[in-house]
């Protein structure tokens, strides 16, 4: 009985194990306020406006803030590797529908930081995601301006 009651005793450590490592991920995903590694186009997460994007994507990394008083999103994009980044573009999706950019494509050298400044739409919306494009992916040949609907130029 007692190699039953051990092992009774293992699976339960392994499934203890297992619960705690799932809710450290959870909690990681939550947002501690340190940048988030993602290959994804989106992430499906909507900020709220008073929240801030910091998210490293193909080794670009985007942070990025509303400002209500211009209505404009600010922030900086920057090259968080060792090698340069091409065609290096900034977007947001506003939840109206709207989106801004791309930025016009960039290329930056390891470290180098490129300042990102985005008006936003006088279009009601009240959450935001973003992300940073590398190489000649969905928007390479548009540039600034190629598809903002809405722009407020």
Known sequence: MSNQST?????????FTILVL???AVSACAGDGSPVTTGEEESGTELMLDESY???RNGARL????????NSF??????ATDESLKQV??????SSGVELGPTTPTDLG??????????????????????????GGEH??????????????
Do not use: C, I, K
């Not at 942070?63 to 211009?70: M, R």
């Not at 573009?89 to 506003?94: G, Q, T």
């Not at 490129?114 to 590398?134: I, M, Y």
């Open 7 to 15: 092992f009774v005793n293992d699976r339960r450590m392994v499934l």
């Open 22 to 24: 799932l809710a450290a």
């Open 54 to 56: 910091d998210a490293v």
């Open 63 to 70: 942070v990025l803030t509303y400002d209500a008083q211009s």
């Open 74 to 79: 600010n922030g900086f994009v920057e090259n």
């Open 89 to 94: 573009r900034v977007e947001v999706h506003l």
């Open 110 to 135: 390891p470290g180098e930081r490129l300042e990102v400044n985005l008006a936003a739409t006088d279009e009601d919306f009240d959450r935001w995601t973003a992300h940073p494009e590398v190489g």
């Open 140 to 153: 390479g040949e548009e540039g600034e301006g190629g598809h903002q609907d809405g722009d407020s130029d």
